[in-house]
Nanobody, 119 residues
Framework: QVKVVESGGGSVKVGGSLMLSCTTSGYTFNSCGMGWYRQAPGEERQMVSH???????YMSGIGQGRFTASQDKAKNAIYLQMNRLETEDTAVYFC?????????????WGQGTQVTVSS
């Protein structure tokens, strides 16, 4: 059974940094990839990054120039380095591990980690 666990969230001041980690068990990185999402209160969940390989990392534009996603394939883990955080970055950040199905992929989600940025 695939398990996804996010960590590294917390409360920081504007301009601060956090690095989120997403670790897995029962999972092997595959062609479906893994991704970071965030959901602010009252808003829909948005994709931050999708990682297919260490050479194929898609950034959605959220945190443009401030967020960097990376992968450790050997550990089946991904990371999200967030710098110069802004109050608008306050959200629950989720990790998704893609699992192949017969026709496509489905995501296994972690429980999320809260990021709170205050002025």
């Amino acid at each position: 059974q695939v398990k996804v666990v996010e960590s590294g969230g917390g409360s920081v001041k504007v301009g601060g940094s956090l690095m989120l980690s997403c670790t897995t068990s029962g999972y092997t990185f595959n062609s479906c990839g893994m991704g970071w999402y965030r959901q602010a209160p009252g808003e829909e969940r948005q994709m931050v990054s999708h990682i297919l390989s260490d050479r194929d990392i898609y950034m959605s534009g959220i945190g443009q120039g401030r967020f960097t996603a990376s992968q450790d394939k050997a550990k089946n883990a991904i990371y999200l380095q967030m710098n110069r955080l802004e109050t608008e970055d306050t959200a629950v950040y989720f990790c998704a591990a893609g699992v192949p199905t017969r026709d496509s992929c489905t995501n296994v989600w972690g429980q999320g980690t809260q990021v709170t940025v205050s002025s």
